[in-house]
Nanobody, 121 residues
Framework: QVQVVESGGGLVQAGGSLRLSCAAS????????MGWFRQAPGKEREFVAA????????SYADSAKGRFTISRDNAKNTVYLQMNSLKPEDTAVYYC??????????????WGQGTQVTVSS
């Protein structure tokens, strides 16, 4: 079983920054990939960024490239999402998730409860 808990959301003005954290626990965690998703009101959940525990390879949605950075601290079993130059359209509930697929198509099997990010204009 894998568990993830997000924190770090809040209210910030446009142009500001926030850092989200995702604390993970569970067996075989190092084999998996961690990701951030977000869901704005009335919209579908969308992928933001992902990172593999082993090796640290990353991937980003186009909307996140150049502004967001995903990183991990293996010693703390924690993944971070540093968000800079925030825009009102970044307002959403941000979720941390675990991809348990070693190779092939992702399978996001475990999810956190989400943390609200609100960007005011």
């Amino acid at each position: 079983q894998v568990q993830v808990v997000e924190s770090g959301g809040g209210l910030v003005q446009a142009g500001g920054s926030l850092r989200l954290s995702c604390a993970a626990s569970g067996r075989t965690l190092r084999s998996y990939r961690m990701g951030w998703f977000r869901q704005a009101p009335g919209k579908e959940r969308e992928f933001v960024a992902a990172i593999r525990w082993s090796g640290g390879s990353t991937s980003y949605a186009d909307s996140a490239k150049g502004r967001f950075t995903i990183s991990r601290d293996n010693a703390k079993n924690t993944v971070y999402l540093q968000m800079n130059s925030l825009k009102p359209e970044d307002t959403a509930v941000y979720y941390c998730a675990v991809d348990t697929t070693i190779v092939g198509r992702p399978s996001w099997d475990y999810w956190g409860q989400g943390t609200q990010v609100t960007v005011s204009s």
